[in-house]
């Protein structure tokens, strides 16, 4: 113990550049992961503020879906923000066909696209542009692929410009059946057509006609109306075709209800004037 004391104090300057070498070292380590603690903060930052542009950021889809008997198109924003800018490119482009069998009318005819053809500026979040494309057959007929292939390109409040690709892929509708079912709209006219109805019966305007008869009887009796009408019809018929042959005869005075008293009659032969 006293050796290594001794030997300290004889060699007092290698140790004090030893410790200040060993202190700088240590010094620089912690420098260094202090400085890459900060790097990794930075970038977990950047991909935090990337993450939520991501997720608040506009996204424009385009779709055909089948709203029997005629397909539509769809641009839908799915995103949180509102999409400036909407360009869509597709190839075959995108087309309203109209026109033949079982359309009226059945002339042939194809239109652009509004939106199509020149965009969109703006486009709210959750909104949705449609327009008809034509009946299945239509469309068969102009684009036998039935493929419809490009990009929707956009850009949001930021200006960040963003691209999607488009991928429509009909062949799914060929040779299937489909259940239709009643719209929103069918249902909204129904109960346009009872408030109306309602409002007659509560205003007077129409008066319920109220059966309290069973339906065999009413039918029976029905029946009954129209064999008799029918009879009626022909029987007079039957005399009219019967004055066309035989000629109008001329009234019975003796029936008519005119007494003699009220015809003049004439003056007898050789009566004094």
Avoid at 5 to 30: K, P, R
Avoid at 62 to 67: A, G, K, M, P, T
Avoid at 171 to 177: G, S
Wanted: charged share 25%; aromatic share 6%.
């Amino acid at each position: 113990m006293n050796t290594a004391i001794e030997w300290c104090n004889s060699n007092q300057g290698i140790l004090m550049v030893l410790l200040t070498f060993l202190y700088v070292f240590a010094t620089f380590i912690l420098v260094y992961m202090a400085h890459r603690g900060n790097i990794l903060t930075e970038k977990s930052i950047r991909d935090l503020a990337k993450l939520e542009q991501e997720r608040l950021r506009p996204l424009v889809e385009v779709r055909v879906e089948l709203d029997s008997p005629v397909l539509v198109v769809h641009v839908t924003n799915q995103g949180q923000t509102p999409a400036y800018g909407i360009r869509i490119q597709t190839q075959p482009v995108i087309r309203s066909l109209w026109g033949g069998k079982g359309c009226y009318p059945e002339a042939k005819t194809e239109r652009d696209i509004g939106f199509i053809v020149h965009g969109l500026a703006s486009l709210g979040a959750g909104c949705t542009v449609s327009a008809v494309l034509g009946t299945f057959p239509r469309v068969e007929e102009v684009c036998p692929d039935l493929r419809f292939s490009g990009t929707v390109a956009f850009r949001s409040a930021t200006g960040t410009e963003h691209c999607s690709p488009v991928d429509i892929d009909l062949r799914y509708l060929k040779a299937t059946r489909r259940i239709s079912r009643k719209s929103i709209h069918d249902v909204a006219n129904q109960l346009e057509q009872i408030s109306r109805e309602l409002g007659h019966l509560g205003s007077g305007f129409r008066k319920p006609h109220v059966i309290i008869q069973s339906i065999a009887d009413k039918r029976a009796e029905d029946e009954a109306a129209m064999s008799e009408a029918l009879e009626r019809l022909e029987q007079t018929a039957i005399d009219q075709e019967t004055q066309k042959d035989g000629g109008v005869s001329p009234p019975d005075l003796g029936t008519s209800g005119v007494s003699d008293s009220e015809h003049p009659r004439k003056p007898e032969s050789g009566a004094d004037s």
